[in-house]
C-alpha cells in the first residue's frame, strides 16, 4: 500500500518519456508508485519503462498490446495500490511539487478530488497558464464548472482522485474523448471538490494529438460522449440543461472544423448531419454567452453556405498556427 498512485499511459512517446517520468521522480511527495502502461508502443517507449522500473522500485512497467488510451489507463487503475489515483500523459512534465499540493488541499478541504491549474505548452513558446484562485466546491457547483469549462476542465492529468471513485468506473475502451464520458459519474459519488489553480501541470500540445490530429471517424466519439453526457445533466442537474448543450453544440463545431480542414473525402451524411444540427440550433448559439463572437460569425457563416464557412474555420486555423508557431 501507497498513499498515491500515479498512472501513465504511453504509446509511441520515446522523444518526451524520460522527461515525464523524471518529473514523476522528483516530486516532493514521496509516498507514491508509478504505473507505466505501455500501450503497445512501436518505438523504444517499452524498453524506456522496462529500464526505469528495473532500477526503481516505486515504478511497475504493464506491457498490453495497443488498445488506447482508455484500456491503458484502466489497467493502470486495476494495478493501483494507493489511496489515491492521479494521472500524467507521457508526453507532459509536472512541477515537483505537484502532487504535494494536490495532497495537501486534498486532506485540508477533506475533499474527494484534489485540482490544480494547468500551463498550455506550444513549442518554442512561454508556457500560458489561465488566472489563479482557490475554490472549495460541492458536487454541484463543480459540475456547473467543469461543464463551463472556463476554469475547471474534464482532464484526468490535474487532479488526484479518492480511489474508491473508481470502483464502479471504467474510461470506455476505444473511444476518444474518455475523459469526458466519465468525469460526471466520477463526481456523482464527491461530496467536496477542492480547486487551487496554481499551474502545477505542462500540458504539452503537440501537432500530431488527438485534438490537432486530421479527421477521422473517431472525431464523432466527441459528439456522442456530450450528447450522452447532455442526457446525463437533464436527468440529475436540469438547472444546467442549457450549458450541457452549449457543449454539445461546441462539439459539433470541434467536429465540422475538422471536417472542413481534411484533405480526405468525408462522407456527405456525415457532414450533411452535423450541419443540419448547428443550423437548428442557430438561435440557441447566437443568444449564447459562452460562444465567442467570432464563432457567432462563424455560424453566421454556415448560414450563408457551408463553404463562406470553411473558409473562415481555416482562416482562424491559421491564425491560431501561426500564434502557436
Known amino acids: 500500500m501507497c498513499e498515491i498512485s500515479i498512472i501513465m499511459t504511453i504509446f509511441n512517446a520515446e522523444k518526451y518519456l524520460e522527461k515525464a517520468i523524471s518529473s514523476v521522480l522528483g516530486q516532493t511527495f514521496k509516498d507514491f508508485e508509478l504505473i507505466l502502461v505501455n500501450d503497445g508502443s512501436t518505438d523504444r517507449s517499452g524498453e524506456i519503462c522496462t529500464a526505469y522500473a528495473a532500477k526503481d522500485s516505486r515504478i511497475k512497467a504493464i506491457h498490453q498490446k495497443n488498445m488506447g488510451v482508455s484500456s491503458a489507463r484502466n489497467a493502470g487503475i486495476e494495478n493501483a495500490r494507493g489511496k489515491y489515483i492521479g494521472f500524467v500523459d507521457s508526453d507532459d512534465y509536472i512541477e515537483d511539487d505537484m502532487y504535494e499540493l494536490l495532497h495537501y488541499n486534498l486532506k485540508k478541504e477533506d475533499a474527494d478530488i484534489s485540482i490544480c491549474g494547468i500551463y498550455d505548452v506550444y513549442e518554442g513558446k512561454k508556457p500560458q497558464a489561465k488566472p489563479e484562485g482557490y475554490y472549495v466546491l460541492t458536487r454541484d457547483e463543480a459540475v456547473k464548472m467543469i461543464l463551463e469549462a472556463k476554469v475547471i476542465s474534464v482532464h484526468p492529468i490535474n487532479k488526484l482522485y479518492k480511489r474508491e471513485l473508481f470502483k464502479n468506473i471504467t474510461y470506455p475502451d ?98 450533411k448531419e452535423i450541419i443540419y444540427f448547428l443550423k437548428n440550433n442557430l438561435l440557441f448559439i447566437l443568444k449564447n454567452e459562452y460562444f465567442t463572437k467570432a464563432r457567432k460569425i462563424s455560424m453566421i457563416a454556415l448560414m450563408i453556405h457551408p463553404n463562406v464557412y470553411r473558409y473562415l474555420s481555416l482562416l482562424e486555423s491559421r491564425v491560431k498556427k501561426t500564434k502557436n508557431d
Request: with cysteine; proline share 4%; glycine share 2%.
Open 174 to 271: 476505444g473511444k476518444i474523448t474518455e475523459d469526458g464520458a466519465v468525469m460526471f459519474l466520477l463526481l456523482e459519488n464527491v461530496t467536496k471538490v477542492v480547486a487551487d489553480m496554481k499551474p502545477k501541470y505542462y500540458y504539452y500540445h503537440r501537432s500530431n494529438s488527438i485534438t490537432t490530429s486530421p479527421y477521422s471517424e473517431k472525431d464523432l466519439d466527441t459528439i456522442e460522449a456530450w450528447v450522452e453526457n447532455e442526457k446525463y445533466i437533464n436527468t440529475n442537474y436540469p438547472n444546467y440543461s442549457s450549458i450541457a448543450h452549449t457543449r454539445v453544440c461546441w462539439a459539433y463545431f470541434v467536429v465540422l472544423d475538422k471536417i472542413m480542414a481534411s484533405e480526405k473525402e468525408v462522407p456527405k451524411s456525415v457532414k
